[in-house]
């Protein structure tokens, strides 16, 4: 993140709104990712571009609006080692089981 503008990469939102939230579309991007109005293809290509290697999954066809695609649904996320990880991570998975 950049510490001066608040702002993360679009990619970065996508992937945790996906998560948080279930769907992604463009404009819960660019509220999350703080981005300046303008940036909407950018982020429009973004979206387009995980669709692509199967992080996220287009809703019923459309472009506007994803949920989590098989890459990120079947990824190794909650057995990872978080011993050597710093305490002072911007992020850390937590499993509930």
């Known amino acids: 993140m950049c510490r001066e503008t608040k702002r993360e990469p679009a990619w970065v939102s996508s992937i945790r709104l996906a998560f948080l939230e279930g769907q992604v579309d463009v404009d819960s991007v ?4 703080n981005l300046i109005p303008g940036r ?3 982020v429009r290509d973004v979206l387009s571009t995980m669709a692509d290697r199967n992080l996220l999954k287009p809703v019923d066809g459309t472009e ?3 949920v989590p ?5 079947e990824s190794d996320r909650y057995d990872l080692d978080f011993t050597k ?3 002072g991570g911007a992020h850390r998975w937590r499993s509930t089981g």
Do not use: F, I, K, Q
Request: net charge negative; glycine share 12%.
């Open 30 to 33: 660019m509220e999350e990712a």
């Open 40 to 42: 909407e293809g950018t």
């Open 64 to 66: 506007n609006r994803y």
């Open 69 to 73: 695609g098989p890459v990120l649904l």
């Open 85 to 87: 990880a710093s305490d």
